[in-house]
């Protein structure tokens, strides 16, 4: 659509997938958030799909916000898009089993500390492997602070891709648009 992009990522699988399906027309690289990549040059950063709140502990998540913020322009716009944990938390389904095309899947849901954590068995042809999916139980009014620290000002918060208004115990995402 004519938009300068780069894609950063901390996954070289996922980089060299996403290099591979641009076909060398976007700039990817392996990065860590949370160190800013380049200073002031990006009108709008993007973290979507709940790709925050995998750290351990909060300095981590600070780094990170603060590290997207540098990366901005002034007046620059970052988008995240996130789970809506409370709603995620009110109708968490502590375990389930699903099977797909012959494959078991046996899922396990809880929070603890601060963390919604999902493990996943997988069953297939007798062989067995496991999985872990952890991210923290973060609010708008975490996400508030964080961007604050960094400098940020939410605009608005949606509540889904259709750009509903947020709404804690019904929304599916949490989508908030902040400015520097």
């Known amino acids: 659509l004519g938009y300068h992009t780069t ?26 958030m949370r160190k800013c990549y380049k200073k002031q040059e990006f009108d709008v950063a993007l973290n979507l799909f709940t790709s925050f709140g995998y750290f351990e502990n909060n300095e981590d998540d600070l780094s990170a916000i603060k590290a997207i913020s540098d990366n901005l ?22 375990k ?7 494959v078991q899947f046996n899922i396990s849901r809880k929070v603890e ?24 139980a973060l609010t708008k009014d975490d996400f508030s602070e964080l961007l604050t620290f960094a ?22 995402r949490l989508i908030i648009s902040a400015k520097k």
């Open 7 to 32: 894609g950063i990522d901390l996954s070289e699988e996922s980089i060299k997938s996403a290099k591979e399906k641009s076909k060398g027309k976007i700039p990817f690289e392996v990065w860590d």
């Open 73 to 94: 322009k002034e007046e620059g716009i970052l988008i995240i898009d996130f789970l809506n944990s409370k709603k995620v938390i009110d109708n968490l389904v502590k």
């Open 96 to 102: 389930e089993t699903k099977v797909i095309e012959g």
């Open 113 to 136: 500390d601060g963390f919604i954590i999902k493990n996943i068995e997988v069953i297939h042809d007798g062989e067995k492997m496991s999985f872990q999916e952890k991210v923290k």
């Open 151 to 172: 400098g940020l000002t939410i605009i608005n918060t949606f509540g889904n891709y259709r750009l509903d208004v947020f709404n804690q115990q019904t929304s599916d």
